[in-house]
């Protein structure tokens, strides 16, 4: 199928295209110079034409989002979607069904997803699902941090055989990246212990998060990953954690020379000031002011929108916390020798002073860091928010009065402390495509994704708004409006969605890292770890290992290690 | 002969995947590491088998093509007002996938035979939550080891060896190191293997976790006995549940089909969560059939519910009682049944049974059973993990890639072609 984009308004951040009228065109699934012969010509004129969106850490596969779709029939009952020629049915509402998560990703002109979190046990639950999620593209991050080979290693600075050992899972069970949840305080969980500090010991590993954090950052390097560690920090959610959060920045900052060493992921859910809820304020002003002058650091959002949520992370003492607060209803899921996982439903409200905070702080972060290219538009979905709700974010950084209209309405006592009312700011939609699709695949080292350059994968969102005439300041419902529903979503050169309808149900590529590694490096680690592996699991090693032919559409991503 | 190591057992939800299977000429001749129950499916599988589609034609069946027994089939399950498509414990996530997808297509009702077993456990789930977590969980830290309402050492034969009781972890090695308690009605095999055997008085269940929920929060009974239970021994269960360093309760359907059914595992659910205030604490359930739990977690990411949809009205509708099929049988509203991998007729009520009996069933099963007698349409199939691939799911969640390790007999396919076949017919491709 060949089609031509013309006379959209094209912002192409990694192209540095910033709103020129320009012809976009698109031959077998990708972008090219130009096209001749049968065409299918889309007219943009007076619109928007990005890259599709690219969300890099969202909860939407795998055995932990399972169940909390399990555990909230009352939250299908009330968004249902019905089955039509060309779309499957499924329910909402904060954890859609797989299809409905598809379709309502690309109705929003989104085309790549990153899954957050998969224990390596259960990545072929993962897979499965991801299997079942059409329409866009997708991968997911491998938790590694608590995983006990993991631990030996690292405690005895054995790190070539670690990377080894990271490398070999990473292939093994199909993941993109080495992501990191609460280091240490998710294994003390397991005897129902947590961290405290990053300093802090963890028995009987002899070990701290700061040497955990450390090594992954240095393994990521020695297996030279596309994406960098992505860190969910200890502490999570525990007001006074923006010190935990600035010092585990701090301590990966020698290992950097130059480049972006670190992803901190759900910044919100980390910028906490304060002793106790009561006091609790925002830590927006010093993260920025860290991140600002420290280049070798992105963040995403996880933005608190109010309303409908279920929380669920593998930090698993975090939602524990989280049920004692709120007495709801609580899962918790451990995983052998690897990590745990927690569910928590949630509903933050206005009025409540803790949420308003919580609200504040994501914008503050987004407003106050300069660099659009290390700072992301997430929700951390569904945690602070679904990913339904990006373009009330979009509005809201695009917009002053769009945060005033909702702070009119929180709770009095939060906004007399925010700093958010006197912050001006507004995102253009040059940073709107920067914060939901260039920045995020250039830190998830996509190369052919969240740009329109030549050789791009043909993932396109156009978007029904006039950006020379309108006032996204003043008209903020309109971008909203637009936003929610593109009027064309492009994936691999086909016409999927058409006025934010799903046009074709079609099923994207799942990628994960092939790593190479030193075969003799590769072989002597894994005789060493069988033994252990047997000893700490219930499966055997064999058997963990997921074969190609259990994806859908599998792509690998070629790596070559420094090993 | 070639031997095959690491094969997964598919018969009971603790999926052994240490198996070695010897084969000579597609044959299986010998097979180590598995229980019982596991060596006799592998050593037996193939007697009692169905070889032939067949179609019931006045009062006798006739043997068929494939292509008429499916022609068949798509005819009984488009002329039908409200079908049934039921079983799935017992194949692949790839079957049951096909199976939600012909569900939606002709405004079925699709369930899975947890709702004949752990139906309660879901439904506690789903009010209240739970603690848990994966089998070596418990292998590597468990102190205290609780089974309620089951008795493994001859339903789930290895749990306690590989996972449990005699299982060596990272942190507890030995059987000494862990205390074991079994709560039953009767003195079971494996009550006799534990520390402590607490005999409750039948279908007081929900009574005895509401007292120890009490006495671990530090309530003084003021009984003498609580469910035939002297309170003595109540208060010093409840000791050592607080006490211990990592403990698991672990239950089957003694808890969940005594009366009191989902209230009963919610008791259960409460317990362990308040546990947790004081130690760690996680609960179990001791799921039967191979892939019962497979079953839930497809149809819970397609449909977002865990069994009985009803896909009538266009969209995933849930409601057990109304949309699980003992009781829409009951009710006499289904008009045409789909089984995959299952035997209702033997294991739903028996009034369910009877009126099942007198609608047209198409049956899809490796083997005979009562089902397969009472039906209009029979299309033998092979078995997952024996003579084809498939995804199951260990009873604690875990997945599992099963092996195909002999050929089927000629001219059987697998659950998931058949299902493939009849779900393109179904769309006139």
Redesign the interface.
Do not use: M
């Given at each position: 199928m060949k089609i031509l984009i013309k006379n959209g308004y094209v912002y192409d951040p990694l192209n540095k295209i910033d709103g020129e009228i320009m012809d976009i065109a698109i031959e077998n699934g990708k972008i090219v110079e130009s096209i001749s012969g049968e065409v299918i010509e889309i007219d943009a004129k007076n619109m928007i034409v990005m890259p599709g969106g690219v969300d890099l850490h969202s909860h939407i596969?795998g055995?932990k989002?399972?169940s909390g779709?399990?555990?909230?029939?009352e939250d299908?009952y009330k968004d249902?979607?019905?089955?039509t020629n060309i779309r499957?049915?499924?329910?909402g509402h904060t954890i859609?069904?797989?299809?409905t998560t598809g379709y309502r990703y690309s109705e929003m002109g989104y085309t790549t997803v990153m899954e957050a979190a998969t224990p390596p046990?259960?990545t072929?639950?993962t897979h499965?699902?991801l299997n079942?999620i059409p329409m866009i593209d997708k991968g997911c991050l491998t938790v590694l941090d608590n995983n006990?080979i993991v631990l030996d290693y690292l405690s005895k600075n054995e790190l070539e055989k670690c990377a080894a050992y990271i490398g070999w899972i990473l292939n093994a069970v199909k993941g993109y990246g080495i992501k990191i949840v609460n280091p240490g305080g998710v294994e003390l969980?397991?005897?129902?212990k947590n961290v405290k500090t990053i300093d802090d010991q963890v028995p009987p590993f002899n070990i701290t998060p700061r040497e955990i954090i450390r090594g992954l950052c240095k393994i990521n390097k020695m297996l030279n990953l596309p994406h960098t560690i992505h860190l969910h920090t200890n502490n999570l959610g525990t007001p006074g954690n923006y010190r935990t959060l600035i010092e585990s920045m701090k301590c990966v900052s020698d290992l950097s020379n130059g480049s972006i060493i670190l992803h901190v992921t759900h910044v919100q859910f980390c910028g906490y000031k304060g002793y106790s809820w009561i006091t609790l304020s925002s830590g927006a002003e010093e993260i920025a002011k860290f991140v600002n002058e420290n280049k070798y650091v992105t963040l995403d959002l996880g933005q608190i929108v109010f309303g409908d949520a279920t929380t669920m992370t593998a930090d698993g003492p975090f939602q524990?916390i989280l049920?004692s607060l709120s007495k709801n209803?609580?899962?918790?899921?451990?995983?052998?020798?690897e990590t745990?996982a927690g569910?928590?439903p949630y509903r933050f409200k206005k009025k409540n002073y803790v949420n308003a905070i919580q609200w504040s702080i994501g914008l503050e972060i987004a407003l106050l860091i300069k660099d659009p290219w290390r700072v992301f538009l997430t929700t951390d979905h569904p945690n602070a928010g679904l990913f339904t709700s990006y373009p009330k974010l979009i509005a809201w950084l695009m917009s002053k009065k769009a945060r005033e209209k909702i702070l009119e309405k929180v709770n009095k006592r939060a906004k007399s402390k925010m700093i958010l009312p006197s912050l001006e700011r507004e995102y253009t939609f040059y940073e709107i495509a920067i914060v939901t699709r260039a920045g995020t695949a250039r830190a998830l080292g996509l190369k052919n994704k969240g740009h329109l350059g030549i050789g791009a994968d043909a993932d396109v969102a156009i978007y029904d708004v006039n950006p020379k005439e309108i006032n996204p300041s003043k008209e903020y419902k309109k971008v909203r409006k637009a936003f929610r529903k593109a009027a064309y979503t492009i994936k691999d050169g086909k016409i999927v969605c058409k006025n934010g309808e799903i046009a074709e149900n079609i099923f994207g590529k799942t990628y994960w890292v092939n790593v190479d590694i030193p075969k003799d490096l590769l072989v002597s680690t894994i005789s060493e770890v069988k033994g252990k592996f047997e000893?700490?699991?219930?499966?055997?090693m064999?058997?963990y290992a997921?074969?190609e032919n259990?994806l859908l559409k599998s792509a690998p991503l070629k790596i070559n290690s420094n090993l | 002969m070639k031997t095959i190591?690491?094969v997964?057992c598919s018969f009971c939800g603790c999926l052994c995947?240490?198996i070695e299977v010897n084969i000579e000429n597609n044959k299986i001749v010998n097979v180590k590491n598995a229980c019982s129950l596991g060596l006799s499916k592998f050593l037996n599988y193939n007697k009692h088998r169905i070889l032939k589609p067949r179609i019931r034609k006045s009062k006798e069946f006739v043997n068929v093509s494939l292509e008429e027994a499916i022609n068949e089939c798509v005819k009984i399950l488009s002329n039908a007002n409200y079908p049934i498509i039921y079983g799935w414990s017992n194949t692949s996530?790839e079957a049951l996938?096909v199976g939600i997808?012909i569900a939606?297509?002709i405004g079925g009702v699709i369930d899975n035979t947890t709702s004949v077993c752990h139906g309660p456990t879901?439904i506690g789930?789903?009010?209240?939550?739970?603690?848990?977590?994966?089998?070596?969980?418990i292998?590597?830290?468990a102190d205290l080891i609780i089974y309620w309402g089951s008795n493994p050492l001859h339903a789930h034969p290895r749990h306690l060896s590989?996972?449990t009781a005699l299982s060596?972890?990272?942190f507890i090695k030995t059987r000494k190191e862990r205390k074991v308690v079994v709560v039953d009605v009767r003195k079971t095999a494996t009550a006799n293997i534990a520390d402590v055997f607490i005999q409750i008085k039948p279908n007081s269940d929900y009574e005895l976790l509401t007292a120890l929920r009490y006495a671990v929060n530090n309530g003084e009974i003021e009984q003498d006995e609580v469910a035939g239970v002297p309170v003595e021994k109540i208060e010093e269960l409840a000791e050592m549940m607080v006490s211990c360093?990592?403990g698991a309760l672990m239950f089957g359907l003694g808890l969940t089909m005594s009366p009191g059914k989902h209230r009963n595992i919610e008791a259960a659910i409460a317990l362990v969560?308040d546990l947790?205030k004081y130690?760690?604490f996680?609960i179990l359930p001791m799921r039967g059939h191979y892939n019962v739990t497979g079953a839930?977690?497809?149809t819970?990411?397609?449909?977002?519910?865990?069994f009985a949809v009803d896909?009538s009205?266009?969209?995933?509708y849930?409601n057990p009682g109304e949309t699980t099929i003992a009781d829409i049988i009951a009710r006499g509203e289904c008009d045409a049944a789909l089984i995959v991998a299952s035997d209702p007729i033997s294991h739903l009520p028996i009034e369910s049974a009877r009126k099942l009996s007198k609608i047209p069933i198409v049956t899809i099963d490796p083997h005979e059973t009562p089902t397969t007698r009472v039906s209009r349409v029979v299309i033998p199939s092979s078995y997952v993990g024996i003579e084809c691939e498939g995804?199951a799911?260990r009873m604690d969640?875990?997945?599992?890639?099963l092996k195909k390790i002999v050929d089927p007999p000629d001219g059987i396919i697998s659950d998931e072609e058949i299902l493939k076949m009849i779900l393109s017919k179904l769309k006139g491709d």
């Open positions: 596969a055995s989002v399972n779709r399990l555990l909230r029939p299908h249902i979607e019905k089955k499957r049915s499924g329910v859609p069904s797989t299809y046990l259960k072929r639950h499965e699902e079942d006990w969980w397991g005897w129902g524990y049920y209803k609580w899962i918790n899921s451990d995983v052998e020798a745990s569910i928590v000893e700490y699991y219930t499966v055997k064999e058997n997921i074969h259990e | 190591n690491n997964v995947d240490d996530n996938r997808e939606e297509l879901i789930v789903q009010d209240i939550g739970e603690s848990t977590s994966t089998l070596g969980q292998k590597n830290r590989r996972y060596k972890g990272r360093k990592f969560t947790n130690t760690k996680v839930n977690n497809v819970c990411w397609i449909t977002g519910y865990p896909f009205k266009g969209y995933p849930y995804t799911y969640g875990v997945p599992l890639r």
